[in-house]
């Protein structure tokens, strides 16, 4: 049973004939009992561990120098967080945890050394245990996931996704009360009066309805489209899951007889949840919420900044392979340009400009609480960040975008030791991408390394020195994606990159043009998007007595977020390529808008910034006319919904004991985009879109598709991408329309039509009211 997320891609390219057919390996002993630790290890973390033979490892820590293999360069920073830990200096455990604040950081980076440079897995699980008994817990999961992704010999190894680990981090505080005081034999005592009251209640339901329809549809109309629960009768509260869990994959599942007999004896629990529209509507930009505070979108951008860390040395860690600065500056534009057009599903338009000295229109109240019990500071409407902020980090800000200005205008960079770099050749898009995101690469250390932190305590109000941090969404990377100022901000970011485009030539049709090949038709099918209902497991939230027989744990209940979100049907590109021979190439697809909020038309170069990447992968056409099809569950960088931590710890588990052969390749890789994702909402009526086609040659000097893409991201394995050519291509430059078009290219007008989910229950006999639908799952 392949169903890992990567494998739903791979499955479509090797029908395609486009993606080599790797052998599934499967794990050993050794490999489960790794993995059946790092999910025990991370199980509650915000509570003392509970596992006697890790408690016992974590008391037999000792420090010594010779368990480590050190890096030429090694930093001292492991030897630092130690001796504030001997003296008692270090975040102490139950207070909030900010990546983005410069004293969390060294500490944060000193527990991660003890991870990364253990010599042996024994270490390394000593120093885990260690880690997690005295350890701030969100400074200890943000080192541990920063240890397992970019350790060479924990390859196919993995935690559960961020947003199981801390919840809190990514649901309402309102929910996350409940969920934390969930008790099972208190709910078995409510649901039973609660049945009972519904019984009576509801007995003559359907003919109530039919005598006073015209009242009972004005009722249900009142309510809002997210409220789905209330259109079913249900309140916000805990439900048993009483036919399985819900989201697109899960038929697969279902249909498995050792899945049912691994997962019968697990009891699962879960309530309705939305975003922060449900509570209140901020301002305008509450609409969007449902978009910029989804759980998958959020941890999307975790994951890249834990992949590209920017204190990760890149010579060392083999990020340089992979053009880390240009790969920086291209998923910044890659989320502005997918949030720009969620925006236009609403009729908004630009994203607003930030600058330090204006206010800032849209506040923003996240409704979270950290796992310290604190809950997260919110910012009011038309704040001025200019009278409450600090000016020290405003000076050093404006002066940071002032000598970038100047290096991108001067037309060259001059590091600490007077060398010269020209910026006027397309390739310095990797230097300037190395200062913007402020990482150890940036030869302008100086004023480059870390820019970006004082960004994000001047917007959270955070002192350099401050040990005791009031929760701010701006603090994490999980949690900043929620707030509108993100987009603002990150907007000025990514016009720095265009600047510095401004003096590099357009792409001329000679550097463009195909000889031999040209795209004579693509056909897209229906484009539709609708709201589903989708299960996060949050059972980290629990807080009753942990189940252990003969000294092995027993998952025995599992919570659940039982929650609205976007997505789409799939959707096939039908292509029809001519070439005149044989021939190796790359084939881009880009989505963008073809109007701005007024109905005007976009000119090609000002719209360059909007268009997403969806698509890009390697074929061979073959002499002739080509003609195949590509289904949107084949995209290379998007991933299906994920297996719940529950079902994977159950699934090592089995496997652990022999009754399951644990393929490799079910290890999702982190790194995937959401796939649900990548199509805005639209509009009932038909939102007019446009699709952009581009073939060119392949002329990597690595074959595509090397490393070993069934269970990992390839991150510093410099043949993660499909090609080498500048990322965005041929979008990255300005354009000029009298040579950009090509008989290589092919435009295609689209419209995204967004179909209403619930809209069956606006006024209309539901039988079984007071209960969840599982036939709208089905049925839809």
Known sequence: MKIAIVLLAIVGLVAAGTLPKKATKYADKDFLAKQKFLFEIVYRVEDPLMFEEYIKLGKSFVFHKDDYIFP?????????????????????????????????????????????????????????????????????VQALTLAVIHRDDFVGLMLPTIYEIFPQHFFNSKFIYEAEKFDFDVWNKYIMYEKEYKDFIYQDYSVYFKEFKNYEYFYTKDFKLWQWWKLMGMGEHWYSVDKFMLRDNMYMFSKDSKYMEMMKDVKMFYMPVDYTRDIDFFNKESELSYFTEDLEWNSFWYYFNMDYAPYLDGKYFGLNKDRRGEYYFYVVRQM?????????????????????????????????????????????????????????????????????????????????????????????????????????????????????????????????????????????????????????????????????????????????????????????????????????????????????????????????????????????????????????????????????????????????????????????????????????????????????????????????????????????????????????????????????????PFKASFEPYSYDYNYTCGIGSGVRHIDEMPFGYPFDREINEYEFFVPNMYFKDVKIYHQDTFEKYYGNEYEHFGSFDYGYYYNY
């Open 72 to 140: 030429e360069k090694y930093d001292g920073y492991m030897e630092k967080y130690y001796k504030a830990h001997k003296h008692g200096v270090t975040l102490p455990k139950g207070e909030f945890f900010g990546a983005l604040s410069y004293t969390h950081f060294e500490q944060m980076y000193g527990l991660f050394e003890f991870f990364y440079y253990a010599k042996t897995w024994e270490i390394f699980q000593r120093n885990v245990c260690w880690a997690r008994m005295y350890a701030n817990e969100g400074m200890f």
């Open 336 to 696: 502005l340009a997918r949030y720009y057009m969620e925006r236009m599903s609403h009729g908004y338009g630009e994203i607003p400009e930030f600058t330090f000295f204006n206010e800032i229109e849209y506040g923003y109240d996240p409704q979270l609480i950290d796992y310290s019990g604190v809950g997260y500071s919110y910012r009011k409407n038309y704040y001025e960040y200019v009278t409450y902020g600090n000016f020290d980090y405003v000076y050093k800000m404006l002066a940071f975008f002032k000598r970038v200005e100047t290096i991108i205008t001067e037309g060259y960079y001059t590091t600490y030791d007077g060398k010269q770099i020209d910026m006027r050749k397309p390739e310095a898009i990797e230097y300037l991408g190395d200062m913007m995101q402020g990482n150890v690469d940036a030869f302008d250390k100086y004023f480059a390394t870390f820019w970006y932190m004082y960004a994000h305590m001047f917007i959270s109000h955070v002192e350099e020195d401050d040990m005791y941090v009031f929760p701010n969404v701006f603090m994490n990377y999980e949690t900043m994606m929620r707030d509108p100022l993100f987009y603002m901000f990150y907007k000025k970011v990514s016009d720095v990159f265009f600047q510095f485009y401004d003096f590099i030539e357009p792409y001329t049709y000679e550097e463009l043009y195909f000889p031999g090949v040209e795209i004579e038709d693509v056909k897209v099918s229906d484009l539709v998007t609708y709201f589903d209902l989708y299960d996060f497991d949050v059972t980290n939230l629990l807080n009753d007595k942990m189940t252990f027989i003969d000294g092995e744990f027993v998952w025995d209940k599992t919570l659940l977020a039982r929650q609205m979100r976007l997505n789409h049907k799939a959707f096939e590109f039908d292509y029809n390529i001519k070439s005149d021979k044989d021939q190796k190439v790359v084939i881009r697809a880009f989505l963008g808008p073809k109007y701005d909020e007024f109905g005007r038309v976009i000119s090609l170069n000002e719209n360059r910034e909007n268009f997403l990447e969806i698509d890009e992968f390697y074929y061979e056409l073959k002499s002739g006319i080509n003609s195949f099809k590509r289904s949107s569950k084949d995209f290379y960088w998007t991933t299906d919904d994920r297996t719940t931590y529950t079902e994977l710890y159950k699934f090592v588990m089995m496997a652990y004991e022999g009754k399951y052969e644990f393929p490799m390749d079910y290890s999702e890789p982190h790194c995937g985009f959401p796939d649900r994702l990548i199509l805005p909402r639209g509009w009932a009526k038909g939102m007019p879109m446009q699709f952009v086609f581009f073939v060119y």
